[in-house]
């Protein structure tokens, strides 16, 4: 072989050996890695209640810590813009088109697959502690029969709106509490338990979510694990408030207590950094057990700020510069804070990135290397945790529906939305269409300009009309 051919060879070997050594991506990295996985959501917290998203005056120290250290999203959607179906949407992988619960009225079927399911049988020890809403002890719908090791907790979602119950569920039995309640039944046909109030507030519900919390954390901290640790604060206390003064329940208002605000907002800023606080008290117990690095982290809301139980959202600007709240499909009902930390791996700083509820399980199945369920409509943001944009996928369309006396739907695909609402026995629809990059707060009706774009997006929402 001549000195020509053999340094050609040569040139092929080493061309050969250096694409085989090419370098991973990031997201290639961390793919089927199996960190530890602690999804904390709050409930009724609004995209503009939180330091880190805008907020002057309630104070969150903590949540914003994990946000600087952290990745925030900007464009992150729930489920729904109430709570049952966006918790389902989150648990099952699928929009509001395909979702078993609709509104409140039923649970999970047992045919339904849930991201507790996968990750356990991808060796994951599973927990949620909390407010779970998507079935009680005896259904189909029942924590611990969709996947879950441990639960604990309020499963009736109405049920969890009293703070001082005098039981809780753990593994479908009932835990006591030390709470006195004297139960409440009235012309408004409220059943026993619900319209409720606790004569004697001993303990909280929230302060034990946060102990059995830690308790998981320290059990558990030699397995992969996966913990969705649903809050129910600041949620109101709807049912209190026909006895009480007002729906926003809470041990002390803290340093709140000497402003000069009417008491339901001063309540309702220290059930918030009651919820900071919490946070502050986990992730001090994750890095004391050298858990902070194999954890991802997530915070957020399961949909936008309420205005029940004596709050206004607009006294503290809960729902900043979207319009809308929560049971509308205007930004302010279904955007909303999300918050992801792994140290080492996120990068800190801020992601305009489209995704939503539906997409975890995805993400989980892409994390612990569980199969993803063909019954998902999610996308692993993976990669844009990671800083990967180049392997990110995006949806062609996000689709949510929320039917009372009226029927709402709404649509986004790129940055055009389509919000449409019909009160029902009306043959009348109003149609509004956003340009939500120009504009975020939805103030401006384009819809008469851009005909076609209204007729391609109310075709993807008579898809799913039944």
């Known amino acids: 072989m001549n000195k020509s051919i053999c340094k050609a060879f040569l040139m092929v070997v080493i061309i050969t050996l250096s694409s ?10 961390v793919k089927a890695s199996k960190p530890n996985i602690l ?4 409930d009724d917290l609004g995209y503009g209640d939180l330091g880190c998203y805008g907020q002057d005056v309630i104070k969150t120290p903590n949540i914003d810590k994990l946000a600087s250290q952290g990745l925030l999203f900007t464009q992150h959607y729930a489920g729904a813009t109430v709570c049952a179906p966006s918790r389902n949407s989150l648990i099952t992988g699928q929009h509001m088109g395909h979702t078993t619960i609709k509104s409140m009225e039923k649970p999970l079927k047992s045919e339904d697959v849930t991201v507790a399911e996968l990750l356990k049988s991808s060796g994951y020890t ?17 924590a611990n029969d969709q996947g879950f090791d441990y639960s604990y ?60 919390a830690l308790n998981f954390l320290n059990e558990n901290r030699d397995n992969p694990f996966f913990l969705y640790l649903a809050y129910t604060i600041p949620h109101a206390d709807n049912e209190s408030f026909l006895i009480n003064e007002h729906g926003m329940e809470v041990p002390d208002l803290g340093i709140y207590a000497n402003e000069d605000w009417p008491e339901p907002k001063k309540a309702g800023a220290a059930m ?26 997530v915070f957020t809301s399961d949909n ?24 509308d499909l205007y930004e302010g009902g279904i955007r909303i804070p999300f918050i992801a930390k792994w140290p080492e791996v996120i990068k800190p700083g801020k992601t305009d990135a489209v995704a939503t509820f539906w997409d975890f399980m995805a993400t989980a199945c892409d994390l612990s290397g569980a199969e993803l369920p063909n019954s998902s409509d999610g996308i692993s943001y993976l990669p844009t945790l990671v ?25 986004r695909k790129g940055d055009y939305k389509l919000v449409t609402i019909k009160k029902k ?26 005909p076609e774009k209204v007729k391609e997006l109310t075709t993807i929402i008579n898809q799913f009309r039944e």
């Not at 599973?126 to 029942?142: A, D, E, H, P, R």
């Not at 009651?274 to 858990?291: A, C, F, P, Q, V």
């Not at 026995?425 to 851009?450: H, Q």
Request: hydrophobic share 30%.
């Open 387 to 411: 800083g990967d944009k180049e392997n990110q996928e995006k949806h062609d369309f996000l689709y949510w529906e929320f039917d009372t006396s009226l029927s709402r739907r709404a649509v």
């Open 126 to 142: 599973t927990g949620v502690i909390g407010k779970w809403g998507l079935g009680n002890v005896g259904t189909t719908g029942y």
């Open 304 to 327: 936008g700020p309420h205005q029940e139980g004596g709050w206004n959202l607009n006294f503290f600007d809960s729902n900043g510069e979207l319009q809308g709240m929560k049971r």
């Open 153 to 212: 907790g309020y499963y009736d979602q109405i049920r969890a709106h009293n703070y001082y119950p005098d039981y809780l569920w753990e593994n479908g039995e009932k835990y006591p509490l030390k709470n006195k309640v004297i139960y409440v039944t009235d012309s408004t046909n409220y059943a026993v338990g619900i319209g409720s109030a606790a004569v004697e507030k001993l303990e909280y519900s929230n302060d034990l979510f946060t102990e059995k």
């Open 20 to 29: 085989c050594a090419k370098e991973k991506t990031a997201y290639e990295k």
């Open 272 to 297: 918030i950094s009651r919820l900071d606080s919490y946070i502050g008290k986990i992730m001090k117990t994750l890095k004391e057990k050298g858990l902070d690095k194999e954890t991802l982290v």
């Open 39 to 42: 999804f904390i959501m709050a």
């Open 425 to 450: 026995g009306i043959n009348e629809t109003s149609v509004e269409l956003f340009n939500i990059p120009k504009d975020i707060s939805e103030s401006k009706n384009i819809a008469s300009e851009y």
